[in-house]
Protein backbone atom coordinates (compact mmCIF):
# COMPACT_ATOMS: atom_id res chain seq x y z
CA UNK A 1 0.00 0.00 0.00
CA UNK A 2 1.19 3.27 -0.98
CA UNK A 3 -0.64 5.05 1.76
CA UNK A 4 -1.84 7.78 0.10
CA UNK A 5 1.89 9.14 -1.26
CA UNK A 6 2.59 10.31 -4.42
CA UNK A 7 5.15 8.39 -6.22
CA UNK A 8 7.90 9.74 -8.48
CA UNK A 9 6.77 10.73 -12.30
CA UNK A 10 6.37 7.53 -14.77
CA UNK A 11 9.30 6.96 -16.56
CA UNK A 12 10.01 4.73 -19.39
CA UNK A 13 11.55 1.39 -18.47
CA UNK A 14 15.37 1.34 -19.31
CA UNK A 15 17.25 -1.85 -20.62
CA UNK A 16 20.24 -2.01 -18.51
CA UNK A 17 24.09 -2.50 -19.69
CA UNK A 18 25.97 -5.87 -19.28
CA UNK A 19 27.40 -5.22 -16.05
CA UNK A 20 31.32 -6.42 -15.59
CA UNK A 21 30.83 -8.64 -12.89
CA UNK A 22 27.98 -10.87 -14.30
CA UNK A 23 24.93 -9.12 -14.20
CA UNK A 24 22.24 -10.33 -16.36
CA UNK A 25 19.96 -7.98 -18.82
CA UNK A 26 16.46 -7.29 -17.67
CA UNK A 27 13.50 -9.38 -19.39
CA UNK A 28 11.64 -8.06 -22.19
CA UNK A 29 7.78 -7.71 -21.66
CA UNK A 30 5.63 -10.12 -23.75
CA UNK A 31 3.91 -8.81 -26.47
CA UNK A 32 0.18 -7.74 -25.74
CA UNK A 33 -2.53 -6.38 -28.32
CA UNK A 34 -3.61 -3.24 -27.40
CA UNK A 35 -6.49 -2.81 -25.68
CA UNK A 36 -8.06 0.94 -25.78
CA UNK A 37 -11.23 0.08 -24.48
CA UNK A 38 -10.07 -1.49 -21.22
CA UNK A 39 -7.13 1.14 -21.16
CA UNK A 40 -4.40 -0.68 -20.97
CA UNK A 41 -1.19 -0.29 -22.71
CA UNK A 42 2.29 -2.10 -23.15
CA UNK A 43 5.66 -1.21 -22.57
CA UNK A 44 8.41 -0.74 -25.37
CA UNK A 45 10.26 -3.91 -25.67
CA UNK A 46 14.22 -2.60 -25.05
CA UNK A 47 16.29 -3.11 -27.84
CA UNK A 48 19.59 -5.27 -26.74
CA UNK A 49 22.77 -3.46 -28.27
CA UNK A 50 23.89 -5.37 -31.17
CA UNK A 51 27.15 -6.57 -30.21
CA UNK A 52 27.05 -7.41 -26.46
CA UNK A 53 25.69 -10.75 -25.45
CA UNK A 54 23.18 -10.97 -22.68
CA UNK A 55 24.60 -12.15 -19.70
CA UNK A 56 24.89 -15.62 -18.70
CA UNK A 57 24.87 -16.65 -22.00
CA UNK A 58 20.64 -15.73 -22.58
CA UNK A 59 19.50 -14.28 -25.65
CA UNK A 60 17.05 -11.38 -26.36
CA UNK A 61 13.64 -12.41 -27.29
CA UNK A 62 11.74 -11.23 -30.20
CA UNK A 63 9.62 -8.30 -30.39
CA UNK A 64 6.22 -9.46 -30.54
CA UNK A 65 3.95 -7.76 -33.13
CA UNK A 66 1.90 -5.03 -31.96
CA UNK A 67 4.38 -3.21 -29.99
CA UNK A 68 3.89 0.60 -29.29
CA UNK A 69 6.07 3.20 -30.03
CA UNK A 70 8.12 4.96 -27.34
CA UNK A 71 6.13 6.28 -24.96
CA UNK A 72 3.41 6.02 -22.86
CA UNK A 73 -0.91 5.48 -23.81
CA UNK A 74 -2.83 7.59 -21.68
CA UNK A 75 -4.87 5.65 -19.11
CA UNK A 76 -8.66 5.82 -18.56
CA UNK A 77 -9.68 7.16 -15.59
CA UNK A 78 -11.06 4.84 -12.86
CA UNK A 79 -14.83 4.27 -12.37
CA UNK A 80 -14.57 5.57 -8.73
CA UNK A 81 -11.90 6.21 -6.06
CA UNK A 82 -12.95 2.56 -4.61
CA UNK A 83 -13.94 0.35 -7.58
CA UNK A 84 -11.20 0.54 -10.37
CA UNK A 85 -9.44 -2.29 -11.56
CA UNK A 86 -5.82 -2.96 -11.68
CA UNK A 87 -4.32 -4.73 -15.02
CA UNK A 88 -2.61 -7.58 -13.06
CA UNK A 89 -2.04 -10.00 -16.03
CA UNK A 90 -3.10 -10.29 -19.37
CA UNK A 91 -6.23 -10.04 -20.63
CA UNK A 92 -7.35 -9.84 -16.67
CA UNK A 93 -7.76 -6.94 -14.09
CA UNK A 94 -8.27 -7.17 -10.24
CA UNK A 95 -10.45 -5.07 -8.43
CA UNK A 96 -8.48 -1.95 -7.39
CA UNK A 97 -7.85 -1.62 -3.48
CA UNK A 98 -10.04 1.08 -1.70
CA UNK A 99 -8.28 4.08 -1.37
CA UNK A 100 -6.37 4.16 -3.97
CA UNK A 101 -5.31 6.99 -6.09
CA UNK A 102 -7.55 7.88 -9.11
CA UNK A 103 -6.87 10.33 -12.19
CA UNK A 104 -9.11 13.72 -11.35
CA UNK A 105 -6.43 15.62 -14.08
CA UNK A 106 -8.14 14.53 -17.06
CA UNK A 107 -4.83 13.48 -18.76
CA UNK A 108 -5.64 9.81 -18.55
CA UNK A 109 -2.29 9.74 -16.29
CA UNK A 110 -2.00 7.89 -13.39
CA UNK A 111 0.00 9.66 -10.55
CA UNK A 112 1.66 6.43 -9.35
CA UNK A 113 4.90 7.30 -11.33
CA UNK A 114 6.79 4.49 -12.52
CA UNK A 115 5.98 2.42 -9.74
CA UNK A 116 2.45 2.64 -11.19
CA UNK A 117 3.49 2.44 -15.15
CA UNK A 118 5.94 -0.64 -14.26
CA UNK A 119 4.22 -3.09 -12.02
CA UNK A 120 3.80 -6.39 -11.92
CA UNK A 121 7.56 -6.98 -13.84
CA UNK A 122 8.07 -10.32 -13.24
CA UNK A 123 11.54 -11.90 -11.66
CA UNK A 124 13.24 -14.73 -12.71
CA UNK A 125 12.49 -16.83 -9.96
CA UNK A 126 8.77 -15.84 -9.96
CA UNK A 127 6.36 -14.60 -7.37
CA UNK A 128 3.47 -12.77 -6.56
CA UNK A 129 3.16 -9.09 -8.44
CA UNK A 130 1.01 -7.86 -5.44
CA UNK A 131 -0.52 -8.09 -2.88
CA UNK A 132 -3.88 -7.06 -4.90
CA UNK A 133 -2.83 -9.34 -7.81
CA UNK A 134 -2.48 -12.71 -5.67
CA UNK A 135 -5.86 -13.87 -6.09
CA UNK A 136 -7.88 -15.73 -9.04
CA UNK A 137 -6.88 -14.17 -12.41
CA UNK A 138 -3.41 -12.25 -10.62
CA UNK A 139 -0.55 -15.45 -11.72
CA UNK A 140 1.52 -15.02 -14.61
CA UNK A 141 0.81 -15.88 -18.17
CA UNK A 142 1.38 -19.43 -19.50
CA UNK A 143 5.23 -19.11 -20.38
CA UNK A 144 6.17 -16.11 -18.23
CA UNK A 145 8.52 -16.48 -15.62
CA UNK A 146 7.13 -15.74 -11.83
CA UNK A 147 8.70 -12.66 -9.79
CA UNK A 148 11.12 -13.41 -7.24
CA UNK A 149 9.35 -10.82 -4.90
CA UNK A 150 5.77 -9.69 -4.06
CA UNK A 151 5.57 -6.07 -5.36
CA UNK A 152 6.84 -2.99 -3.07
CA UNK A 153 3.91 -1.26 -1.40
CA UNK A 154 6.04 1.38 -0.68
CA UNK A 155 6.80 2.34 -4.18
CA UNK A 156 10.66 1.70 -3.98
CA UNK A 157 12.76 3.17 -6.81
CA UNK A 158 14.20 0.53 -9.35
CA UNK A 159 16.93 -1.75 -7.96
CA UNK A 160 20.31 0.43 -8.80
CA UNK A 161 18.54 3.75 -8.97
CA UNK A 162 18.70 6.29 -6.48
CA UNK A 163 15.98 6.78 -3.70
CA UNK A 164 16.01 7.17 -0.40
CA UNK A 165 14.61 3.64 0.66
CA UNK A 166 16.43 1.65 -2.17
CA UNK A 167 17.50 -1.58 -0.60
CA UNK A 168 20.91 -3.66 -0.85
CA UNK A 169 20.97 -5.47 -4.46
CA UNK A 170 20.32 -8.92 -4.80
CA UNK A 171 22.91 -11.53 -4.25
CA UNK A 172 24.22 -12.82 -7.49
CA UNK A 173 24.61 -16.74 -7.56
CA UNK A 174 27.48 -17.53 -9.97
CA UNK A 175 28.33 -20.84 -10.69
CA UNK A 176 30.68 -23.02 -8.87
CA UNK A 177 33.99 -22.67 -9.87
CA UNK A 178 36.27 -25.57 -9.18
CA UNK A 179 39.57 -25.76 -7.73
CA UNK A 180 42.56 -24.80 -9.59
CA UNK A 181 40.74 -22.32 -11.54
CA UNK A 182 38.79 -24.66 -14.27
CA UNK A 183 35.99 -23.21 -15.22
CA UNK A 184 32.71 -25.62 -14.95
CA UNK A 185 29.19 -25.12 -16.35
CA UNK A 186 27.50 -22.08 -16.34
CA UNK A 187 24.72 -22.01 -13.63
CA UNK A 188 21.37 -20.22 -14.88
CA UNK A 189 21.11 -16.49 -14.74
CA UNK A 190 19.36 -15.09 -12.17
CA UNK A 191 16.97 -12.04 -13.25
CA UNK A 192 17.36 -8.69 -11.46
CA UNK A 193 13.71 -8.18 -9.58
CA UNK A 194 12.45 -4.99 -10.95
CA UNK A 195 10.59 -2.77 -8.48
CA UNK A 196 6.90 -3.61 -8.02
CA UNK A 197 4.24 -1.54 -9.07
CA UNK A 198 2.09 0.71 -6.74
CA UNK A 199 -1.51 -0.56 -6.30
CA UNK A 200 -3.24 2.34 -8.91
CA UNK A 201 -5.48 1.72 -11.58
CA UNK A 202 -3.33 0.91 -14.40
CA UNK A 203 -2.67 -2.55 -15.03
CA UNK A 204 1.07 -3.63 -14.65
CA UNK A 205 2.36 -4.76 -17.81
CA UNK A 206 3.76 -8.05 -18.39
CA UNK A 207 7.27 -8.65 -19.59
CA UNK A 208 8.93 -11.44 -21.74
CA UNK A 209 11.62 -13.47 -19.77
CA UNK A 210 14.17 -15.18 -22.53
CA UNK A 211 15.02 -18.10 -21.17
CA UNK A 212 18.43 -18.85 -20.19
CA UNK A 213 21.06 -20.26 -22.78
CA UNK A 214 24.21 -22.56 -20.78
CA UNK A 215 27.84 -21.33 -21.45
CA UNK A 216 29.75 -23.10 -23.44
CA UNK A 217 32.26 -25.22 -21.83
CA UNK A 218 35.74 -23.68 -22.48
CA UNK A 219 37.84 -26.57 -24.54
CA UNK A 220 41.24 -25.68 -22.52
CA UNK A 221 41.04 -24.86 -18.90
CA UNK A 222 44.60 -23.95 -18.85
CA UNK A 223 43.75 -21.16 -21.68
CA UNK A 224 41.20 -19.07 -18.90
CA UNK A 225 43.25 -16.13 -18.01
CA UNK A 226 42.24 -15.65 -14.39
CA UNK A 227 40.07 -12.78 -13.17
CA UNK A 228 42.28 -9.51 -12.26
CA UNK A 229 40.61 -9.23 -8.90
CA UNK A 230 40.53 -12.41 -7.29
CA UNK A 231 38.34 -11.12 -4.39
CA UNK A 232 35.57 -10.35 -7.30
CA UNK A 233 35.49 -14.11 -8.35
CA UNK A 234 35.23 -14.85 -5.06
CA UNK A 235 31.89 -17.69 -5.00
CA UNK A 236 31.34 -18.87 -1.41
CA UNK A 237 28.92 -21.93 -3.25
CA UNK A 238 32.11 -22.87 -4.87
CA UNK A 239 33.24 -26.33 -4.14
CA UNK A 240 36.84 -26.32 -2.14
CA UNK A 241 39.84 -26.90 -3.05
CA UNK A 242 41.20 -29.85 -1.90
CA UNK A 243 43.73 -29.23 1.05
CA UNK A 244 47.14 -29.79 0.48
CA UNK A 245 48.86 -32.16 3.38
CA UNK A 246 50.82 -30.49 5.58
CA UNK A 247 54.88 -31.35 5.83
CA UNK A 248 56.56 -31.77 8.81
CA UNK A 249 59.79 -29.69 8.71
CA UNK A 250 61.46 -31.99 11.34
CA UNK A 251 60.87 -35.64 12.00
CA UNK A 252 58.67 -35.89 15.45
CA UNK A 253 60.50 -36.91 18.57
CA UNK A 254 58.74 -39.20 20.53
CA UNK A 255 59.84 -41.35 23.62
CA UNK A 256 63.15 -40.64 25.08
CA UNK A 257 64.55 -38.46 21.89
CA UNK A 258 61.62 -36.06 22.64
CA UNK A 259 62.22 -36.10 26.61
CA UNK A 260 66.04 -35.00 25.49
CA UNK A 261 65.22 -32.11 23.19
CA UNK A 262 62.81 -30.76 25.90
CA UNK A 263 65.24 -31.48 28.93
CA UNK A 264 68.17 -29.57 26.38
CA UNK A 265 65.82 -26.90 25.32
CA UNK A 266 64.96 -25.81 29.30
CA UNK A 267 68.62 -26.27 30.23
CA UNK A 268 69.27 -23.42 27.51
CA UNK A 269 66.55 -21.17 28.69
CA UNK A 270 67.50 -21.80 32.16
CA UNK A 271 71.59 -20.82 31.07
CA UNK A 272 70.35 -17.79 28.99
CA UNK A 273 68.14 -16.70 31.87
CA UNK A 274 70.87 -17.19 34.57
CA UNK A 275 73.33 -15.24 32.53
CA UNK A 276 70.67 -12.07 32.30
CA UNK A 277 69.88 -12.49 35.97
CA UNK A 278 73.76 -12.40 36.68
CA UNK A 279 74.87 -9.54 34.18
CA UNK A 280 72.16 -7.29 35.66
CA UNK A 281 73.32 -8.02 39.08
CA UNK A 282 76.53 -7.19 38.41
CA UNK A 283 75.65 -4.70 36.72
CA UNK A 284 74.03 -2.63 39.59
CA UNK A 285 76.38 -3.90 41.97
CA UNK A 286 78.99 -2.31 39.95
CA UNK A 287 77.18 0.84 39.58
CA UNK A 288 76.72 0.84 43.15
CA UNK A 289 80.31 0.44 43.97
CA UNK A 290 81.14 2.70 41.34
CA UNK A 291 78.87 5.81 42.96
CA UNK A 292 79.33 4.67 46.18
CA UNK A 293 82.55 3.02 46.53
CA UNK A 294 83.40 0.13 48.31
CA UNK A 295 82.31 -1.67 51.25
CA UNK A 296 84.01 -1.53 54.18
CA UNK A 297 87.44 0.37 54.96
CA UNK A 298 89.37 2.20 52.54
CA UNK A 299 92.71 1.09 51.84
CA UNK A 300 94.36 3.02 48.76
CA UNK A 301 96.90 0.94 46.48
CA UNK A 302 100.45 2.15 46.74
CA UNK A 303 103.66 0.74 44.95
CA UNK A 304 105.35 -2.28 46.86
CA UNK A 305 109.09 -1.42 48.57
CA UNK A 306 111.65 -1.34 46.27
CA UNK A 307 114.93 -1.59 47.49
CA UNK A 308 116.93 -1.32 44.01
CA UNK A 309 119.87 1.86 44.32
CA UNK A 310 120.21 4.05 42.29
CA UNK A 311 122.18 5.28 38.69
CA UNK A 312 125.48 6.78 40.43
CA UNK A 313 125.69 9.19 38.23
CA UNK A 314 122.37 10.44 38.97
CA UNK A 315 121.36 12.90 41.54
CA UNK A 316 120.00 10.33 43.77
CA UNK A 317 123.23 8.31 43.43
CA UNK A 318 125.40 11.36 44.01
CA UNK A 319 123.74 11.93 47.34
CA UNK A 320 123.75 8.16 48.67
CA UNK A 321 127.23 8.32 48.15
CA UNK A 322 128.63 11.59 49.28
CA UNK A 323 125.63 12.50 52.72
CA UNK A 324 127.79 9.99 55.32
CA UNK A 325 130.93 12.72 54.37
CA UNK A 326 129.09 15.66 55.36
CA UNK A 327 129.12 16.86 58.37
CA UNK A 328 127.42 20.21 60.29
CA UNK A 329 129.14 22.21 62.44
CA UNK A 330 127.54 24.67 65.22
CA UNK A 331 129.96 27.13 66.17
CA UNK A 332 129.40 29.44 68.85
CA UNK A 333 131.70 31.78 71.44
CA UNK A 334 132.84 35.28 71.76
CA UNK A 335 129.09 36.49 71.92
CA UNK A 336 127.75 35.02 68.48
CA UNK A 337 127.01 31.69 67.03
CA UNK A 338 126.69 29.97 63.75
CA UNK A 339 125.95 26.95 61.50
CA UNK A 340 127.82 25.91 58.10
CA UNK A 341 128.55 22.63 56.50
CA UNK A 342 131.77 20.81 56.29
CA UNK A 343 133.22 17.41 54.61
CA UNK A 344 135.42 14.80 55.58
CA UNK A 345 139.44 14.94 54.07
CA UNK A 346 140.60 11.58 55.87
CA UNK A 347 139.76 9.05 57.95
CA UNK A 348 142.12 10.95 60.86
CA UNK A 349 139.16 13.11 61.21
CA UNK A 350 140.31 16.25 59.13
CA UNK A 351 137.42 18.60 57.59
CA UNK A 352 137.38 21.26 55.32
CA UNK A 353 134.96 24.52 55.83
CA UNK A 354 135.03 27.64 55.25
CA UNK A 355 136.99 30.52 57.63
CA UNK A 356 133.95 33.21 58.31
CA UNK A 357 131.84 29.76 59.50
CA UNK A 358 134.25 29.30 62.68
CA UNK A 359 135.08 32.38 62.97
CA UNK A 360 132.51 33.14 66.13
CA UNK A 361 134.83 30.13 68.13
CA UNK A 362 138.32 32.74 67.79
CA UNK A 363 140.87 31.52 70.47
CA UNK A 364 138.64 29.77 72.75
CA UNK A 365 135.19 29.03 71.23
CA UNK A 366 133.46 25.86 70.27
CA UNK A 367 132.55 23.67 67.66
CA UNK A 368 130.21 20.96 67.48
CA UNK A 369 130.60 18.47 64.46
CA UNK A 370 127.42 16.41 63.71
CA UNK A 371 127.57 13.29 61.56
CA UNK A 372 124.85 12.63 59.16
CA UNK A 373 123.98 9.36 61.41
CA UNK A 374 123.37 11.86 64.23
CA UNK A 375 126.64 11.36 66.13
CA UNK A 376 128.26 14.73 67.31
CA UNK A 377 131.70 15.17 68.12
CA UNK A 378 133.90 17.98 69.37
CA UNK A 379 136.57 19.95 67.37
CA UNK A 380 138.88 21.94 67.49
CA UNK A 381 140.70 24.47 65.06
CA UNK A 382 143.95 23.00 62.93
CA UNK A 383 144.00 26.17 61.03
CA UNK A 384 142.50 28.87 58.68
CA UNK A 385 143.34 31.51 56.30
CA UNK A 386 141.02 34.63 55.80
CA UNK A 387 142.48 35.61 52.11
CA UNK A 388 141.59 31.62 51.03
CA UNK A 389 138.25 31.80 53.31
CA UNK A 390 139.26 28.56 54.13
CA UNK A 391 139.68 26.54 57.66
CA UNK A 392 140.28 23.05 59.15
CA UNK A 393 138.66 21.34 61.80
CA UNK A 394 139.61 17.99 63.77
CA UNK A 395 137.64 15.87 65.67
CA UNK A 396 139.01 13.01 68.00
CA UNK A 397 137.54 9.87 68.73
CA UNK A 398 135.80 9.01 65.56
CA UNK A 399 136.22 6.09 63.81
CA UNK A 400 134.93 5.00 60.43
CA UNK A 401 135.03 8.21 58.87
CA UNK A 402 134.23 8.50 54.91
CA UNK A 403 136.46 11.22 53.39
CA UNK A 404 135.06 12.54 50.30
CA UNK A 405 136.75 12.14 46.97
CA UNK A 406 138.38 15.17 45.52
CA UNK A 407 137.60 16.32 41.54
CA UNK A 408 140.17 18.56 39.53
CA UNK A 409 138.15 22.08 39.13
CA UNK A 410 140.44 22.65 35.89
CA UNK A 411 138.13 19.92 34.43
CA UNK A 412 134.49 21.61 35.14
CA UNK A 413 133.30 23.18 31.90
CA UNK A 414 130.22 25.71 31.90
CA UNK A 415 127.20 23.35 31.66
CA UNK A 416 128.11 20.53 33.80
CA UNK A 417 125.47 19.06 36.36
CA UNK A 418 126.54 20.22 39.69
CA UNK A 419 125.05 18.85 43.52
CA UNK A 420 125.50 21.16 45.98
CA UNK A 421 125.49 19.56 50.20
CA UNK A 422 124.69 21.57 52.82
CA UNK A 423 122.70 22.95 55.93
CA UNK A 424 120.65 25.59 54.80
CA UNK A 425 119.40 27.64 58.08
CA UNK A 426 120.13 24.63 59.76
CA UNK A 427 118.50 22.03 57.76
CA UNK A 428 121.22 19.68 57.84
CA UNK A 429 121.52 17.01 55.03
CA UNK A 430 119.88 19.27 52.31
CA UNK A 431 121.12 18.37 48.18
CA UNK A 432 120.40 20.85 46.08
CA UNK A 433 121.61 20.61 42.36
CA UNK A 434 121.97 23.13 38.68
CA UNK A 435 125.17 23.81 36.67
CA UNK A 436 128.07 25.40 36.26
CA UNK A 437 127.06 28.62 35.29
CA UNK A 438 130.64 30.34 34.93
CA UNK A 439 134.16 29.97 35.94
CA UNK A 440 137.13 31.72 36.98
CA UNK A 441 134.80 34.18 38.50
CA UNK A 442 136.21 36.86 40.50
CA UNK A 443 135.15 37.83 44.02
CA UNK A 444 135.90 39.18 47.26
CA UNK A 445 134.20 38.16 50.32
CA UNK A 446 134.61 39.39 53.98
CA UNK A 447 136.83 43.03 54.90
CA UNK A 448 134.62 43.51 58.02
CA UNK A 449 138.00 44.55 59.98
CA UNK A 450 138.23 47.92 57.14
CA UNK A 451 141.84 47.23 57.04
CA UNK A 452 141.57 44.28 54.10
CA UNK A 453 142.96 41.96 56.27
CA UNK A 454 140.18 39.77 56.12
CA UNK A 455 138.91 40.21 52.83
CA UNK A 456 138.35 37.00 50.40
CA UNK A 457 139.76 36.71 46.74
CA UNK A 458 138.32 33.72 45.10
CA UNK A 459 138.68 32.96 41.52
CA UNK A 460 135.36 30.71 42.06
CA UNK A 461 133.01 28.40 40.50
CA UNK A 462 129.41 30.22 39.17
CA UNK A 463 126.31 27.52 39.62
CA UNK A 464 122.90 27.94 39.69
CA UNK A 465 122.48 25.52 42.40
CA UNK A 466 120.67 26.84 45.13
CA UNK A 467 123.13 27.83 47.86
CA UNK A 468 121.35 29.68 51.28
CA UNK A 469 122.81 30.42 54.72
CA UNK A 470 124.36 27.56 56.12
CA UNK A 471 125.65 25.72 52.96
CA UNK A 472 129.30 27.55 53.47
CA UNK A 473 131.89 24.96 53.77
CA UNK A 474 129.68 22.53 52.15
CA UNK A 475 130.91 20.66 49.19
CA UNK A 476 129.84 21.14 45.44
CA UNK A 477 129.94 17.83 43.09
CA UNK A 478 130.24 16.56 39.75
CA UNK A 479 128.68 13.67 38.47
CA UNK A 480 131.20 11.18 39.66
CA UNK A 481 130.08 12.08 43.24
CA UNK A 482 133.74 14.00 43.32
CA UNK A 483 134.92 17.40 45.10
CA UNK A 484 135.00 20.30 42.64
CA UNK A 485 134.13 23.19 44.61
CA UNK A 486 133.80 24.39 48.39
CA UNK A 487 130.51 26.55 48.69
CA UNK A 488 131.07 29.78 49.78
CA UNK A 489 129.21 33.02 48.87
CA UNK A 490 125.70 33.99 47.38
CA UNK A 491 124.46 37.40 45.29
CA UNK A 492 121.84 38.58 47.73
CA UNK A 493 119.38 40.50 46.03
CA UNK A 494 120.45 43.86 47.64
CA UNK A 495 123.62 43.22 45.64
CA UNK A 496 126.33 42.50 47.85
CA UNK A 497 128.70 39.19 48.15
CA UNK A 498 128.07 37.75 51.56
CA UNK A 499 129.98 34.55 51.90
CA UNK A 500 127.29 33.28 54.45
CA UNK A 501 124.23 35.36 53.01
CA UNK A 502 124.38 37.53 55.84
CA UNK A 503 120.96 36.88 57.19
CA UNK A 504 119.57 38.07 54.33
CA UNK A 505 117.62 37.29 51.42
CA UNK A 506 118.39 33.46 49.82
CA UNK A 507 119.37 32.17 46.90
CA UNK A 508 118.81 34.15 44.05
CA UNK A 509 120.46 31.47 41.90
CA UNK A 510 124.24 33.21 41.80
CA UNK A 511 126.17 30.57 44.19
CA UNK A 512 129.98 30.47 44.24
CA UNK A 513 132.56 27.80 45.13
CA UNK A 514 136.39 28.12 45.51
CA UNK A 515 137.26 25.85 43.27
CA UNK A 516 138.85 22.59 45.07
CA UNK A 517 142.70 22.91 43.26
CA UNK A 518 142.71 25.83 45.26
CA UNK A 519 141.17 24.46 48.25
CA UNK A 520 143.63 21.43 48.52
CA UNK A 521 147.05 23.38 48.32
CA UNK A 522 145.54 25.46 51.13
CA UNK A 523 144.14 22.68 53.04
CA UNK A 524 147.12 20.70 53.17
CA UNK A 525 149.20 23.45 54.07
CA UNK A 526 146.95 24.30 57.02
CA UNK A 527 147.36 20.28 58.26
CA UNK A 528 150.59 20.34 58.02
CA UNK A 529 152.15 24.25 58.61
CA UNK A 530 148.95 25.74 60.54
CA UNK A 531 149.16 28.38 58.16
CA UNK A 532 148.88 29.14 54.12
CA UNK A 533 151.15 30.62 51.59
CA UNK A 534 150.09 33.42 49.18
CA UNK A 535 151.60 33.86 45.82
CA UNK A 536 152.41 37.44 45.27
CA UNK A 537 153.82 39.67 42.36
CA UNK A 538 155.86 41.81 44.99
CA UNK A 539 154.08 45.21 43.94
CA UNK A 540 151.28 47.65 45.49
CA UNK A 541 148.20 48.17 43.89
CA UNK A 542 146.33 51.46 43.57
CA UNK A 543 142.46 50.09 44.48
CA UNK A 544 140.94 53.65 43.58
CA UNK A 545 141.87 53.54 40.46
CA UNK A 546 139.16 53.70 37.88
CA UNK A 547 140.57 53.40 35.06
CA UNK A 548 140.75 49.77 32.81
CA UNK A 549 143.03 47.28 34.67
CA UNK A 550 145.55 47.31 37.25
CA UNK A 551 147.85 50.30 38.22
CA UNK A 552 150.87 50.02 40.69
CA UNK A 553 151.07 52.81 43.53
CA UNK A 554 153.12 55.81 43.85
CA UNK A 555 153.89 54.35 47.09
CA UNK A 556 153.74 51.22 49.16
CA UNK A 557 151.07 50.55 51.72
CA UNK A 558 153.82 50.88 54.97
CA UNK A 559 155.10 53.82 53.44
CA UNK A 560 157.80 51.56 51.64
CA UNK A 561 158.48 51.87 48.11
CA UNK A 562 155.47 50.33 45.64
CA UNK A 563 157.27 47.81 44.07
CA UNK A 564 159.40 45.54 46.98
CA UNK A 565 162.90 45.55 46.28
CA UNK A 566 164.29 42.39 44.85
CA UNK A 567 160.63 40.79 44.25
CA UNK A 568 159.53 39.23 41.12
CA UNK A 569 157.84 42.17 40.01
CA UNK A 570 161.42 44.37 40.71
CA UNK A 571 162.92 41.95 38.48
CA UNK A 572 160.69 42.00 35.42
CA UNK A 573 161.21 45.54 35.08
CA UNK A 574 157.77 47.04 36.98
CA UNK A 575 157.66 50.13 38.28
CA UNK A 576 155.36 52.58 40.15
CA UNK A 577 152.29 53.62 37.68
CA UNK A 578 152.44 50.92 35.43
CA UNK A 579 149.32 49.32 34.30
CA UNK A 580 148.56 45.75 33.88
CA UNK A 581 146.15 44.78 31.72
CA UNK A 582 146.80 41.12 30.95
CA UNK A 583 147.62 37.93 32.80
CA UNK A 584 148.30 34.65 30.58
CA UNK A 585 146.58 36.55 28.03
CA UNK A 586 143.54 37.30 29.73
CA UNK A 587 142.02 40.67 30.13
CA UNK A 588 142.11 42.09 33.93
CA UNK A 589 139.73 45.23 34.55
CA UNK A 590 140.45 45.80 38.20
CA UNK A 591 142.77 45.64 41.27
CA UNK A 592 141.34 42.76 43.09
CA UNK A 593 140.95 40.83 39.46
CA UNK A 594 144.85 40.91 39.44
CA UNK A 595 144.57 39.64 42.82
CA UNK A 596 142.15 36.76 42.40
CA UNK A 597 143.94 35.94 39.23
CA UNK A 598 147.29 35.70 41.32
CA UNK A 599 145.96 33.67 44.01
CA UNK A 600 144.51 31.46 41.59
CA UNK A 601 147.99 30.00 40.82
CA UNK A 602 150.53 28.07 43.61
CA UNK A 603 154.08 29.96 44.70
CA UNK A 604 156.57 29.11 42.02
CA UNK A 605 154.31 29.41 39.56
CA UNK A 606 155.09 31.68 35.85
CA UNK A 607 152.98 34.28 34.83
CA UNK A 608 153.20 35.99 31.61
CA UNK A 609 152.07 40.03 32.00
CA UNK A 610 151.22 42.90 29.61
CA UNK A 611 152.22 46.05 31.14
CA UNK A 612 151.33 49.43 29.65
CA UNK A 613 153.45 52.78 30.33
CA UNK A 614 153.19 55.71 28.64
CA UNK A 615 150.59 54.26 25.93
CA UNK A 616 152.70 51.54 25.05
CA UNK A 617 152.27 48.02 25.78
CA UNK A 618 154.75 45.68 26.51
CA UNK A 619 155.45 41.27 27.78
CA UNK A 620 156.68 40.62 30.86
CA UNK A 621 157.33 37.30 32.64
CA UNK A 622 158.18 36.58 36.13
CA UNK A 623 157.89 33.81 38.90
CA UNK A 624 155.38 34.34 41.73
CA UNK A 625 156.57 34.91 44.80
CA UNK A 626 155.15 33.26 48.36
CA UNK A 627 153.61 35.22 52.08
CA UNK A 628 152.85 34.11 54.73
CA UNK A 629 148.95 34.10 54.96
CA UNK A 630 146.94 35.22 58.27
Not at 91 to 103: E, L, N, R, S, V
Request: glycine letters at 16%.
Amino acid sequence: MNQGKPGPPAEEPTVRPEAPEGDFELPRPAARAAAPDEGDYELERPQPPAAALPAHGTAPAAAGPGAPDEGTAPLPPAADGAGGTVATGPGTAAPAPAGAAADTSGTGEHPAGPAAAQGGVSDAQGGPASEAGAGAGAGPAEGEVRPLHDPDPYSTPPYGEPGPWAPAPPVQHPGNTPAHGVPGAAPPPVMDAAPPPVMDAAPPPVMDVAPPVPAPAHPDPAAVTPAADPWGRYDPWAAAAPATPLQQAEPVLTGREQRRGRTRRTLVAGALLLALVSGGVGGIVGAHLERNGGIGTVELPQAARNDAGRDPGSVAGIAAQALPSVVTLHVSGGGAAGTGTGFVLDERGHILTNDHVVQPAGDNGEITVTFHSGDTAEATVVGRDSGYDLAVVKVKGVRGLAPLPLGNSDNARVGDPVVAIGAPFDLAGTVTSGIISARERPITAGGEKGDGSDVSYVDALQTDAPINPGNSGGPLLDTEGRVIGINSAIRSADGSDDPDGGGRAGSIGLGFAIPINQGKRVAEELINTGKATHPVIGVTLDMEYGGDGARVAAEGSDGGPPVTTGGPGARAGIKAGDVITEVDGRRVHSGEELIVKTRAHRPGDRLELTVERDGKERKVSLVLGSSGGG
